[in-house]
């Protein structure tokens, strides 16, 4: 074996499996890294009784570990992570198998299906998930999150991304204004991400949306929503708003676009939301947290609606008498309407009112 030729080989493999799976062909690119695991998986065995030659062993043990995880090779994955967790002398290499060692116990917790084709659905699933973890910003439970926190992200994490998701269909199909409301329905169809594994500890979960053609759908469509976490995760979720990135945004998306997009947004990385965002690099699986968005962010990417008198409308305030007969028959006067201007006033007819009828 001549390992730094293996070593390169493996990394073209890996380049090429991120292309096809860029470029939407998922099953390409899980068998690029497959070959790409397998030949780096060789490389780091060999230096396994090489201690001498570090930090090379510890990397190329990373790498493999790594590749094994996108390739889906779970117990290979395993094998390279604890011998670099016992063995690294590297911290940064030992944290990031330490990030990686979360995935991998997530991951381990799905048994794969009997049949090869529901097996490599999930696989490829798994491959294309976008990875997060809930973590409370209080320790009144420990390290444990409410139903209440999942639920806030997950009701405002979809109505972001259902947002996103039809601005960009609208971008790829014609419709007429009319035709909006059947749109949206589409879109709740194809946009349904699933769980494809989770873990205790905080809340860790990965997320993907599904990648197969479906009935008649158009080869654009099936690419949208193969890719619509990720591109929503990338483009959307952990962006900065710095003020670049907002004017772009403001470019790109109509008012009502950003609004509906980003004010779900705001719940989830408001400070009162009870609990942080982690999210995982897909890449090298470092967790990094998701900054929260503050007011002056807020005020230059959100408006507030100005209601009109006509939306406001007028407060009407009626007193009326209500009788029922013996047989049942109701009969109903008003007494009093007028426009309630002033609450005290509003209750102070209301109470003399009653006063009377016991009287």
């Avoid at 997530?106 to 973590?135: A, M, V």
């Avoid at 349904?192 to 654009?220: C, H, L, Q």
């Avoid at 998306?253 to 408001?270: T, V």
Wanted: charged share 30%.
């Amino acid at each position: 074996m001549k390992p730094k030729l293996q070593h390169r080989e493996a990394m073209d493999y890996s380049f090429k499996a991120k292309q096809a799976l860029d470029e939407g062909d998922f099953e390409a690119s899980l068998e690029l890294y497959k070959t790409a695991a397998k030949l780096e998986s060789e490389v780091a065995d060999f230096y396994f009784d090489k201690p001498e030659l570090e930090p090379t062993r510890s990397i190329l043990v990373r790498s493999a570990a790594f590749l094994n995880l996108k390739a889906g090779e779970i117990e290979q994955a395993q094998k390279f992570i604890f011998f670099g967790l016992t063995n690294s002398k590297d911290e940064e290499v030992k944290e990031q198998l330490y990030d990686a060692l979360e995935i991998l116990v997530s991951l381990k917790n799905i048994n794969p299906f009997g049949q090869k084709k529901e097996y490599t659905y999930l696989s490829i699933l798994r491959q294309n998930s976008t990875h997060y973890t809930i973590e409370p910003t209080k320790l009144d439970f420990g390290h444990s999150v409410t139903l209440e926190m999942i639920k806030d992200f997950s009701d405002n994490y979809l109505k972001s991304l259902k947002a996103y998701a039809l601005t960009k269909v609208k971008r790829l199909v014609k419709f007429r204004d009319d035709s909006i409301s059947e749109l949206q329905k589409e879109i709740d169809r194809i946009i349904n991400p699933v769980i494809t594994n989770s873990s205790y500890g905080s809340f860790r979960f990965s997320i993907a949306n599904d990648w197969m053609k479906r009935n008649d759908e158009e080869k654009e469509i099936v690419n949208l929503k193969s890719n619509i976490v990720k591109n929503f995760h990338n483009e959307i979720f952990i962006n900065p708003l710095g003020e670049q990135e907002i004017t772009e945004i403001k470019e790109e998306f109509s008012e009502e676009e950003i609004n509906e997009i980003f004010r779900p947004l705001a719940k989830i990385k408001s400070n009162n939301s009870g609990y942080s965002i982690g999210v995982y690099d897909t890449d090298s699986f470092s967790k990094k947290y998701i900054p929260k968005i503050v007011n002056k962010q807020k005020k230059e990417l959100l408006t507030t609606k100005t209601l009109s008198q006509e939306d406001i409308g007028e407060l009407v305030t009626t007193i009326a008498h209500k009788r029922v007969s013996e047989k049942g028959k109701v009969s109903k006067k008003t007494i009093r309407s007028e426009e309630f201007k002033n609450c005290v006033t509003g209750l102070n007819i209301a109470v003399i009112f009653l006063m009377k009828l016991n009287n």
